[in-house]
């Protein structure tokens, strides 16, 4: 699960960033003329900013890759000479060629394999995220992102039918953040429960995507009481197909697949609790959830230029 913020220490994040080249498994490293050390893209998590967003943003300034995001590795947090850093990293696949130009802060970047990559690399910290990274990436074949919708209209305050009822102020801003942030996991399906509140959610981030909305019956809270087994069965089957699907249901369904996946399985029921336009990113391997990642919120996520 992706490391909380600590309040006492600087706050950075970036990326390890992976792709196959034949055999072999390759990894970006980039030189700092300023430090005269290789490690991987990183920088500062900006107020208000998500750990992830300026993950992302970090990457592609220093590198010119616009990767796809995968799960969290572990953080590191040490001392300097200003004070304790708290570095945040998720590992990133990367399928096209760099737009890389040299600047400041990076002046070199190579795709270095593994062996080499330890060799080159200026930290012991650095070195066991390779550790890290080498044995996931052969795990996952498939990711899930199950999405809680966004903040809805209240029962009291709507009037028509429930399935109706649509997204208030606050749930429009957090349906925007989803647009913002989701294209950075590589979406290619969007499936819906059948509610206004549901499909609002992801129709700002299906507009960008060029994506239809799939209504799915059995996301929807009715249904799934009904039938309780069917979401589950539905997201195996989508784990199968090796692709990324967005999932956007309301909380009662989100909490049952969770429970289904086992995921945070000695966490308290309160942490089965997503928030209002929430994300769960699930990552399967054959069949299994391998390890997942929980963004209460990806709200302040910046615009893409």
């Avoid at 039938?227 to 089957?237: D, I, L």
């Avoid at 909490?255 to 089965?272: G, K």
């Amino acid at each position: 699960m992706a490391a909380a913020g600590d309040a006492a220490a600087a706050h950075a994040a970036g990326g390890v960033v992976w792709r196959h080249a034949g055999a072999e498994l390759e990894v970006v490293l980039v030189h700092r003329p300023r430090y005269d050390d290789w490690s991987f893209p990183k920088g500062k998590v900006r107020a208000g900013e998500p750990a992830l967003a300026a993950a992302y943003r970090e990457v592609g300034e220093e590198t010119g890759l616009s990767p796809t995001v995968g799960p969290s590795l572990p953080h590191s947090r040490y001392e300097t000479k200003q004070g304790a850093k708290l570095v945040e990293y998720w590992a990133m696949r990367s399928d096209g060629a760099p737009g890389y130009v040299t600047g400041e802060e990076v002046d070199r970047m190579e795709w270095l394999a593994l062996a080499e990559a330890r060799e080159r690399l200026s930290y012991a910290g650095d070195r066991e995220l390779l550790d890290e990274l080498d044995p996931l990436v052969y795990l996952i074949s498939a990711t899930v992102l199950l999405v809680r919708h966004a903040s809805a209209v209240g029962p009291r305050a709507w009037e028509g039918e429930d399935r109706a009822r649509p997204l208030d102020a606050v749930g429009l801003q957090q349906a925007e953040a989803l647009r913002r942030g989701l294209p950075a996991f590589s979406p290619t399906h969007l499936l819906s429960a059948d509610r206004a509140r549901c499909v609002q959610t992801l129709q700002p981030l299906a507009r960008d995507l060029g994506l239809p909305v799939e209504l799915e019956a059995c996301l929807a809270e009715e249904e799934h009481l009904a039938s309780p087994g069917e979401a589950g069965r539905r997201v195996v089957e989508l784990a199968r197909g090796r692709e990324t699907t967005v999932l956007c249901a309301e909380g009662s369904v989100i909490r049952h697949l969770l429970a289904t996946f086992s995921v945070a399985d000695n966490s308290s029921a309160e942490e089965f609790e997503p928030e209002e336009g929430s994300v769960w990113v699930l990552f399967f391997g054959a069949g299994e959830v391998v390890v997942s990642d929980y963004y209460p919120t990806l709200l302040g996520w910046p615009a893409r230029a």
